[in-house]
């Protein structure tokens, strides 16, 4: 297995053509490097590129040049084996509001391709305060407990690199408080950590 830099990228762009045919660049010549086990922050502005360099990275997203590398793999070219080793908690919510929070956290564990004997459900969910959430559906969810459900989703597979896109936009005192304890004992047992945040946010 490749064991590179967490992440490498190298002059990494995206552009857009817009209707009168002008280009945009949402991420321009984007060059960084985290390394295995840090806990690094993206810091800008909204409409920085942040979320767009996140789709990148995620595979989500097409780059239109550059070099991107995750532990030493191309999102693109290698993208079953790079959406294993990370997990994504974006700023909107993405589960299906139909079931129940349990069978949303089991498909993305099957999905993922989890064996039931590697399942640590029960674990996050007590890690996350979601213990009495479990049987409602998530359109039921109060705010804060759907960012919980988002942070749970994203980690049923043990990532090695967890990225959160804006993760305290919107939660109460509480939520963050557990989140950061969390992300940091994540952090201390080898997972990579990638944040993005407003300037003046904590």
Do not use: C
């Not at 079931?99 to 007590?126: P, T």
Request: charged share 25%; proline share 3%.
């Amino acid at each position: 297995m490749k064991t590179d830099h967490a992440v490498e990228l190298k002059n990494l762009t995206k552009t857009y053509s817009t209707k009168n045919g002008n280009k945009v660049h949402a991420v321009e010549s984007l060059s960084l490097t985290i390394e295995q086990g840090e806990i690094f922050a993206l810091l800008g502005p909204n409409g920085a590129g942040k979320s767009t360099t996140i789709g990148m990275m995620a595979g989500s997203v097409v780059r239109s040049d550059g070099v991107l590398k995750i532990f030493g793999w191309d999102p693109e070219v290698d993208y079953l084996k790079t959406r294993t080793l990370i997990g994504v908690v974006p700023q909107e919510l993405n589960f299906d509001p139909f079931v129940n929070a349990r069978k949303n956290l089991e498909y993305q564990s099957g999905f993922m391709g989890v064996a039931q004997k590697d399942r640590w459900i029960d674990e996050l969910v007590k890690k996350l305060g979601l213990e009495n959430q479990m049987n409602k559906n998530t359109r039921q969810l109060s705010g804060g407990m759907k960012r919980r459900l988002l942070i749970a989703k994203a980690l049923v597979h043990q990532p090695k690199l967890l990225i959160l896109d804006e993760p305290t936009a919107g939660v109460d005192i509480e939520l963050r408080h557990k989140l950061w304890e969390f992300v940091k004992e994540l952090n201390q047992k080898g997972t990579t950590i990638l944040l993005t945040t407003l300037p003046g946010r904590s």
